[in-house]
């Protein structure tokens, strides 16, 4: 068996790859080349390959960078909405007294806590500093991440999601005429996803909606 030339086989990946848009049309008389029904499908793909891989490029380097801060800051504390979460119940002693003081309170004045007991209002205080520790000890490790630069690649990498998003719309909008152009379509959806919103993409199926179309367009006598 001959051995196989890779750079030769890598330049015929590269010109299938780009064949696509265009095709020629040649009759017995002889015709000029034909763009392709779907070019502008195929042109759009090739920008938004380009945006995609940018993305990834950003999404690669923000990740070290934030396994680099994490590991510097070391452990993370507990989530401020994990720990209200596992909060604990005012144990039921306390409940109990509660309920009872409660028995005797005038509506106008339940919104204050003055006629709680002692133990109560102790116990809700203690619940409170808890919480408000919970909370410092969280906004204090995102200081520490965000002073390492964890998120330094975060505005860079949600506009190359947008960029790629906005290829998405942009090829979806288009008409296609041919199952080729259908494809592209499918591979769009298949990039994007970070920030469309739902209503667009996902609850009406937005990429695919827009196929559907095309291919009711082709069964009612379009080109196929």
Known sequence: MPEINRRRMLLGLAVASTAAATITVASAAGCAPVEHPDAELFRLEQEMEAAHARMKRIERASSRADRKARKAVGPAPIRP??????EPKMPEHLSEMRQTALKSVLFVNFLSTDWEPAPVRAWRDAAEKERGRVRAA?????AKLKELGYDANEDAFNACCSEVDEFTKRICSIPALTFEGMAVKLRAHGRSGCEIEKAEMYVDDYAFASIAADIR???NGGTA
């Open 81 to 86: 909405h994990e720990w209200e979460k596992q």
């Open 138 to 142: 969280w906004d204090e490790y995102n």
């Open 217 to 219: 367009r082709l069964a």
